[in-house]
C-alpha cells in the first residue's frame, strides 16, 4: 500500500475516529493526525500528530512535504450554530483551508482528497423530503453557503486540472466519542449524555423537527468507501447526497425511553430553530448508492442502543 494520509482537524467529532479508522486500515505510520489543538491520548499517541493551522497554507505544505502525504481529508471546520455567531471565521476557515489543498492538490503535491460538504448546503427553497441530488440550493447559513461554494470549488478543480477530490453530503452525525463543536443537529448527542446521567434535558429544537441523520460508524465507512472507490465510479465531483435515518426530537426521545423510562425532555427552540426549519427532512442519497455502492447499517433502534451501551461505560 502507497497511501500516506493527512487528515486535518483530527481531533474534532468525525475526525478523531476517522483517524482511528485509518490508522487500522493504512497502518499507524502512515496517517498522520493533525489539529489546531490537542486531541485523546489515543488519536495522539497512536501515529504522528503535527498541531497545524489549516489557513496556513506554507505550513500545510511543510507538513505535506515532510511526511510526503498522498491522501488528505480535510475535516477542519466551523459548523453551522456557532457559524452564525462568528460569520467571518467561519468563512475564512472553511473556505480559504479548502482553497489551500485544492491548490497543492493541482499542483501535484497530492494525489487524493476528500472534503466534506453537508446537508447545510440545502436551504429554505430546496425539496423538504427526498432531496434529490441535483435541485434548487440557496443555503442561508454561513456554513451552508460555505459548503455550497466548497462544492462548486471541488468541482472546478476536477474538470480543469483533474483534481481527484471526493465529497459527500454528511446529515446530522450522531456520535460518543469525541463530541461535536456547535452544529444544529447537536441536540441528538447531547440528549443521551442527560439521558445515561439520569437528569432532564432541555432540547433547543421542537418536537417535530424531523432532520437527515447518521450513526457515525456509517459516516466513517462512507468516507472510507468513497475515497477507496475506483475512480471512474466517482462521477459527482461536486458532493454525493447521503442518508441513512431521519427522526425528530420526539421520535429520538421514545427511542431512549425504552431505555429510561423516567427520563423527561422539555422543548425550548432557539436560533438553531429556523437553521433546521431551512434544512431538509430527508434525503434521496440513490445517485451514492448507484456510484460507489453506498449502504448504511444502523437505524434508529440500533443507534440508540450501541450509543447507549458506550456512554454507560
Ligand atoms: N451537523 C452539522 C450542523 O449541525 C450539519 O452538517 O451544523
Not at 453551522?80 to 501535484?108: H, Q, T
Not at 423538504?128 to 466548497?150: C, F, N, R, W
Not at 450513526?215 to 461536486?238: F, G, L, N, P
Not at 448504511?296 to 451501551?309: A, R
Request: aromatic share 12%.
Amino acid at each position: 500500500m502507497s497511501e500516506k494520509i493527512l487528515i486535518i482537524g483530527s481531533c474534532g467529532q468525525i475526525g478523531t475516529e476517522l483517524t482511528i479508522k485509518l490508522r487500522e486500515l493504512y497502518g499507524n505510520d502512515n496517517v498522520v493526525a493533525a489539529d489546531i489543538n490537542s486531541g485523546s491520548n489515543e488519536l495522539m499517541y497512536s501515529g504522528p500528530f503535527e498541531i497545524l493551522d489549516a489557513t496556513k497554507k506554507d505550513d500545510v505544505k511543510k507538513i505535506i512535504k515532510k511526511y510526503k502525504i498522498t491522501d488528505v481529508y480535510l475535516m477542519a471546520a466551523m459548523l453551522s450554530a456557532v457559524g452564525e455567531k462568528f460569520p467571518e471565521k467561519a468563512w475564512n476557515l472553511n473556505m480559504n483551508s479548502l482553497l489551500i489543498i485544492l491548490d497543492l492538490a493541482k499542483d501535484g503535491l497530492i494525489k487524493k482528497v476528500f472534503w466534506p460538504s453537508s446537508m447545510a448546503a440545502f436551504g429554505p427553497t430546496s425539496p423538504k423530503v427526498d432531496t434529490p441530488q441535483m435541485t434548487i440550493m440557496e443555503p442561508s447559513t454561513v456554513y451552508g453557503i460555505s459548503k455550497l461554494a466548497g462544492e462548486r470549488w471541488c468541482e472546478y478543480y476536477y474538470q480543469k486540472f483533474g483534481v481527484d477530490v471526493r465529497s459527500i453530503r454528511y446529515p446530522g452525525i450522531i456520535s460518543w466519542k469525541t463530541k461535536p463543536g456547535g452544529g444544529t443537529t447537536d441536540y441528538a448527542i447531547d440528549i443521551f449524555y442527560k439521558a445515561v446521567s439520569h437528569e432532564d434535558y432541555s432540547c433547543f429544537l421542537s418536537e417535530d423537527t424531523r432532520l437527515p441523520m447518521m450513526y457515525m460508524d456509517d459516516a466513517i465507512k462512507a468516507t472510507v468507501d468513497i475515497m477507496q472507490a475506483d475512480s471512474s465510479k466517482i462521477k459527482v465531483r461536486s458532493s454525493y447526497n447521503l442518508s441513512a435515518i431521519d427522526f425528530t426530537p420526539a421520535e429520538v426521545y421514545q427511542e431512549i425511553k425504552n431505555h429510561y423510562p423516567d427520563f423527561k425532555v422539555t422543548y425550548s427552540p432557539d436560533f438553531r430553530q429556523v437553521i433546521a426549519d431551512s434544512w431538509p427532512q430527508r434525503i434521496d442519497d440513490s445517485v451514492a448508492r448507484k456510484d460507489w455502492g453506498w449502504n448504511h447499517s444502523f437505524d434508529l433502534e440500533k443507534m440508540t442502543s450501541d450509543m447507549i451501551k458506550n456512554l454507560s461505560n
